[in-house]
């Protein structure tokens, strides 16, 4: 009874009408970032940390406000994928594939309701399994050491950049261009700077919002100018939205198991929701078989993808709490966000600071009753914000980027180097080299480097040591399978071509 | 396949640039002589043999932009770069409506909607963040001097500024 007692304690400090004022606000917040295409959760969180750092919230308000923002993005992803064929983040990619011929099928508003149902089925097993879970992954964490921990990044590496990117040696790449950011600044334990190339401003290091805004933000502005906006306020037309129970009772074993897919893809240290929702997508179609009708608007290739998706966004919390390594782009925000309050992820969090925790754990609770409110009844008001066009969008986050990382440090190095990561984001992704891996590398590069020296030290320089125990055996073997079986698997994992009209 | 050639060019010839940095780590008593050397060293090694692999098996080319698009990339960056430097003497308004009509323009070529765009989101963002979210401190209007204009432009030329 551990849970209801920590739970109750959970509500005490997410009921107060402030907080759950946050967490209306970012909510529908969440659902408009997550459905401008162009505008993903990991992008539009990293804009609102600096804003939110500002406006002088405590701890346990910051993360209310992100995380519904975070789980709004992940319900809002869906908007633009049904109606326009474009997903507004790269995991609802999966649900154009039956969302827009459903659609164009005049049912635009039967799949955005059994989406939002969907949706709403995936985050809330999700969250009850990160109740169950969270803790008792905390009590093994206890007995991690160095040689595990930096283990354990590397697992989170290599898995990551298995599943980003086509080419092995370019996700390997990506992760030691932001390990190597990490390492510019003044060395904890000599005192002296590293790498600096002797210029004052980087003896505090890169901070992480700049590479994040950088990378996400201003390089979307380029890929815009690329292609000039086009297709962006196009799609199809929505009528008169109601509740389709029949499609809603039809589909509800598929929206049971692809929460438990998608929850166990979103757990894996650096998987995240792109592979739930691919996942519960695949397994429902070869349970559906060739005659389920997938691909041509079947109401269970809606559901199984966005239960999916939402459910792993959930897994997702569970390593980054627990074990402070994040389980996608976007945690590897949020994790960010935390490190900006003070807050170490780990398995103190759940002992030390059980009021952040058991909040956070309520207040997903109450954004996810909030959601199912917002995103049925008032899914038109999203769909008219959809059509804000191109041209006035991407200036006004670009705009919002600069006040934002302006008034982190109100320096103008700051916003020199955001572009400058703007301009090696537009590169990287245009060369397919995913950028998630970078971010994470700036993020756990300090901790990793921690890790491995304390090792080291402990050890008395003998490399051995990192293989000692049964543990960080295991971690090494499952980072190596991690990232050689996407080599292996790539023809039999291959993503279902689109739907072209 | 030219552009991953040149891609893992660029990225070796910088990992052994790192290398060679990593080496030059000062160090002292506290920290011993090897240990923070370590990791950079493991990192950009790493990085080298990643940067030989895309070298010799390269992708094929992505889809690159046309002369004139790329002529409107670097007008955006300048546009930002010049954005970034001029914040602080002018304050919020001014640069804000220069630099998002531009931008606006960049994406879809059109005069109206793009003036309309940077007087509209400068003014309306102003409003947002100084009376909704109370960031008065940052989006301050400033009357600048040209002395401050001057200091504010060298940064941006190498060598000569701060």
Known sequence: ?501 | MPSDRIFGLICLITAVAYIAAATQIQTNLFSGEFLPKLFPLMIGGVAAICSLSILFKPDPDPAWPGPATWGAMAIAVLVLALYAVFLTPLGFLLPTALAAGILSYQISPRVRPAILSGLGLSLGLFLLFKYALGLGNIVAYRIPTGEKLWDAFTILIPFVGH
């Open chain 1, 1 to 501: 009874m551990d849970i209801l007692a920590n739970l109750a304690i959970g509500f005490g400090v997410a009921l107060s009408p402030y907080t759950l004022f946050l967490a209306i606000c970012g909510c529908f917040l969440g659902t408009i970032i997550g459905a401008l295409p162009g505008l993903g959760p990991s992008n539009g969180v990293a804009i609102l940390i600096p804003i939110t750092f500002t406006l002088g919230l405590d701890a346990t308000s910051a993360l209310v406000l992100m995380t519904s923002v975070y789980y709004g993005a992940m319900y809002g992803g869906r908007i633009s994928s049904i109606l326009l064929n474009i997903p507004g983040d790269e995991p609802a990619l999966m649900t154009t594939l039956d969302g827009y011929p459903m659609a164009k099928q005049g049912r635009a508003g039967d799949a955005l309701v059994l989406s939002g149902v969907a949706s709403f089925v995936g985050a809330l097993l999700a969250t009850i399994g990160l109740m169950l879970l969270a803790p008792t992954l905390a009590r093994v964490a206890f007995y991690f050491g160095p040689a595990e921990y930096f283990a354990l990044y590397l697992l989170a590496f290599c898995t990551l950049g298995g599943m980003a990117s086509n080419n092995q040696a370019k996700a390997a790449l990506a992760a030691c261009i932001g390990l190597g950011i990490a390492m510019i600044g003044v060395d904890s334990s000599s005192g002296l700077p590293r790498l600096t190339g002797g210029n004052l401003h980087l003896y505090d290091g890169i901070d992480f919002l700049v590479a994040i805004v950088g990378l996400f933000a201003i390089a979307e502005v380029f890929f815009f100018i690329e292609s000039h906006g086009k297709g962006s306020s196009i799609g199809v037309k929505l009528e008169k939205v109601t509740i389709p129970w029949k499609d809603i009772m039809a589909t509800k074993w598929t929206m049971l198991r692809a929460s438990g897919v998608g929850f166990i893809a979103g757990i894996l240290p650096g998987a995240g929701a792109s592979l739930g929702s691919f996942l519960a997508y695949m397994t429902e179609k070869s349970i559906a078989g060739p005659n389920g009708g997938f691909g041509t608007g079947a109401p269970k290739g809606i559901a199984a993808p966005e239960a999916g998706n939402n459910s792993a966004a959930g897994g997702a919390l569970v390593p980054m709490l627990t074990l402070g390594v994040p389980g996608s782009g976007t945690t590897a925000v949020l994790l960010a966000l935390l490190m900006t309050l003070n807050i170490t992820p780990g398995p103190t969090l759940f002992t030390e600071r059980a009021d952040v925790v058991w909040g956070l754990i309520a207040s997903l609770l109450i954004a996810n009753f909030v959601l199912l409110l917002m995103n049925v009844p008032m899914v038109k008001i999203f769909v008219k914000i959809l059509m804000v066009p191109a041209w006035v969008l991407l200036p006004g986050v670009t705009m919002i980027s600069f006040v934002g990382i302006y008034s982190l440090s109100g320096s103008y190095f700051d916003l020199l180097l955001m572009i400058g990561f703007g301009v090696l984001g537009y590169f990287l992704r245009k060369l397919d080299v995913p950028t998630v891996p970078v971010i994470l590398g700036i993020l756990l590069g300090g901790n990793m480097e921690d890790a491995l020296r304390r090792a080291m030290t402990l050890s008395d320089g003998d490399p051995m040591y990192l293989f000692s125990s049964p543990i960080a055996i295991g971690f090494w073997i499952a980072a190596i399978a991690g990232f050689v079986a996407p080599m292996f698997l790539r023809g039999l994992l291959k993503k279902p071509a689109a739907h072209e009209d």
